[in-house]
């Protein structure tokens, strides 16, 4: 077949027959005869091995071809579709009915009648496109028959396709899309900053059943527990760059140089001079170089008073 449809393959067969007439031939025998031909490879074996004489009309020979290839299980599928139809979010009106027209057309043995058909289509529109049928109408829908509620879905269909304007989607802010890759780092990171939250509350609780550890000295940066260092926590995970500052300030951190006579400590000290003594000298040693402090000068007044002072004595 050249479709995957069956009754799409049989739609097309009779559009070419049409246009096709014998002298002598009815319109049922050139199709009798002309069909095979539009088969291939496995359906056209399946149509030989028929048993000789069992197809004698066209009706027939529909028939068991939709017995073959559209089986009742698939004729259900699309019975459970038709009956379920509604209208998507977003979706226009025309975009709705063709839709709707597609179903019934790859299932036109599905045992619906036309009236039950619009029905199911007005049925399955949302709150604001029935008010505009009903507005269309002029009154009510339900004063319309089939033929009449098929035509007015036609002409609105046509209408609300010359005058839809496509337009982006816009998303609201809780919509994001998972395909996008960061998007999706920043979900897992946004889970581990909150499974690291809910352990460090649930590690605080008085009645957790968490193992009580010696503390250390220094409290983890990350989750303040003292039974670990920050390097060692579970939680680092959720926290990259704190830990990438950490690293970087371990990297530049300098050791202080070899300097004797540096303002600060450092390794230098210990062969400053002034801080070295001989082994046998139990005492603390003495500075080379000794700041002597002289007095200042006295003023004029006081020398002239001692002076005096001397004399009468």
Known sequence: MGSDDPNMHIAEFLMGCKNILVRGFSAESIKLRLFPYTLKDQARRWLLTL???????????????????????????????????????NEEFHEAWERFKELIRKCPHSGINTTDQMHIFFRGLNMTTK??????????????????????????????????????????????SNGSPYVTAQIEKMEKRLDAKFDMLLQRMPGSQVAVQQPLQAACSICSLTNHEYLS????DAYPEFMAEQVNSFNNFQRPRYDPYSNFYNPG???????????????RPQFQQQVQQHAAPKAAWEVAIEKLANTTS
């Not at 009309?57 to 459970?80: G, H, I, V």
């Not at 926590?233 to 680092?236: F, G, R």
Request: proline share 6%.
């Open 131 to 176: 008010t505009l049928v009903n507005a269309s109408c002029g009154g009510s829908y339900k004063d319309k028959n089939a033929q009449e509620a098929c035509l007015l879905f036609e002409k609105m269909a046509a209408d609300t396709q010359q005058w839809a304007v496509e337009q982006p989607q816009s998303r609201s802010v809780f919509e994001m």
């Open 233 to 236: 926590c579970p939680h680092k």
């Open 51 to 89: 048993p000789s004489g069992s197809i004698s009309t066209w009706a027939q020979l529909c028939e068991n071809f939709l017995n073959k290839y559209y089986p009742a299980s698939k004729t259900l599928d699309m019975r459970t579709q038709i009956l379920s139809f509604a209208q998507k979010p």
């Open 269 to 283: 000290w210990r062969d400053h001079p002034n801080f070295k003594w001989d082994k046998d000298q139990h005492s």
